[in-house]
């Protein structure tokens, strides 16, 4: 049973930095992609970033402005994604999934994702 174990979310000043962590077990993929995606109050979620686990590429929705990076540490199963200067704007649940092949080209989209973690939620606020 694929399990996806989220944290690092919280409250941070205007900014500030968190970095979440999304600790995936119970994969059988040969090669996965793993997408952040994130949703505000009274907004659509919408993606993130997206990591390809064959290659390690990554890839970010246009809002992140080079603020964001995802990683995979593979001996631990866990994708991080570091935000640094973050604003009230990026104040959400942010979420992490899974799904196996590669993220282009549908990584923005909700539905191509099988599996998914229980959301953290990110509060940028002073």
């Known amino acids: 049973q694929v399990q996806l174990v989220e944290s690092g979310g919280g409250l941070v000043r205007p900014g500030g930095s968190l970095r979440l962590s999304c600790t995936v077990s119970?994969?059988?993929?040969?090669?996965?992609?793993i997408g952040w995606f994130r949703q505000a109050p009274g907004k659509k979620r919408e993606g993130v970033s997206c990591l390809s686990s064959t290659d390690g590429s990554t890839y970010y929705g246009a809002f992140v402005e080079g603020r964001f990076t995802v990683s995979l540490d593979d001996s631990k199963k866990t994708v991080y994604l570091e935000m640094n200067n973050l604003n009230p704007e990026h104040t959400a649940v942010y979420t992490c999934?899974?799904?196996?092949?590669?993220?282009?080209?549908?990584?923005?989209?909700?539905?191509?994702?099988?599996?998914w973690g229980h959301g953290s939620q990110v509060t940028v606020s002073s």
């Open positions: 119970g994969t059988t993929f040969d090669y996965y992609r």
């Open positions: 999934a899974i799904a196996g092949g590669f993220c282009p080209p549908v990584w923005m989209l909700d539905w191509e994702y099988t599996h």
